[in-house]
């Protein structure tokens, strides 16, 4: 079965950094892109950074940029969020994404909380 588990969130205070991991199973990883999104409490979920199949290619929201880095290692089925500087408007539900065009199929992991507070 397919599993996507989102780990490493916590709360940290402004200017702090956090690592979210994300394991992967159930299906042949290196195949697919990799996404985080974030969502928090009445606002829409929205994507955060992504990196493709081969790891060769990254892209980051513009609220996110110079201070976030997504990174893969397919040898492991692993995704990763080095957040650094954190900032109040962080503040959300951090879910791991795997994409695949041709098959245009999403998985979703369960999401993992990062609160940033003073």
């Known amino acids: 079965q397919v599993q996507l588990v989102e780990s490493g969130g916590g709360l940290v205070q402004p200017g702090g950094s956090l690592r979210l991991s994300c394991a992967a199973s159930g299906f042949t990883f290196s195949r697919y892109a990799m996404n985080w999104y974030r969502q928090a409490p009445g606002k829409e979920r929205e994507s955060v950074a992504v990196?493709?199949?081969?790891?060769?290619?990254?892209n980051y929201a513009d609220s996110v940029k110079g201070r976030f880095t997504i990174s893969r290692d397919n040898a492991k089925n692993m995704v990763y969020l080095q957040m650094n500087n954190l900032k109040l408007e962080d503040t959300a539900m951090y879910y791991c994404?795997?994409?695949?065009?041709?098959?245009?199929?999403?998985?979703w992991g369960q999401g993992t909380q990062v609160t940033v507070s003073s």
């Open positions: 994404n795997a994409h695949r065009d041709l098959l245009a199929r999403d998985y």
């Open positions: 990196i493709s199949s081969g790891g060769g290619n990254t």
